[in-house]
């Protein structure tokens, strides 16, 4: 699996890097809107995280704009976490309002592979119950 990481500030991207390689993720960083939307045009990817202050509080945006975007079946396949300052960790109508997948409130990084770990599982098994019941109904 694919992880895109989408953090400003040296210490947290080091810290998520590390995490998401260490639960066996092939990684990459970006530093930019432009070269993270060069990256999602290109390349699939399973999870991708981005905190609040990236590419200057503009990269958020850029990226929700992206996803909201794409076609469905592809943004199935892409958990998103948002990185935040402002809602607390797994804050779900939080996360439904901001088309996010799942929030990790940025004080609870100590315990994001725990939450990573949980977040892709019940990512996957949502969508494999939706994907299988598409095919079921002949629309996959």
Known sequence: MNALVCIDGDDLKKKVYSIIKQMGLKVEAVTNTKAALKKLEYHIYHLVIIDDAF??????????????????????????????????TSDNMAALHSSVNHIIHQDDIINLKTFLSRALVEHKNFY?????????????
């Open 128 to 140: 494999t119950v939706y994907n299988d019941s598409l095919k079921q109904a002949g629309k996959a």
């Open 55 to 88: 590419d200057q509080n503009k990269g958020l945006s850029g990226i929700l704009d992206r996803m909201n975007t794409i076609d469905m079946s592809l943004r199935r396949r892409i958990c998103l976490v948002w990185v935040s300052n402002k809602f607390n």
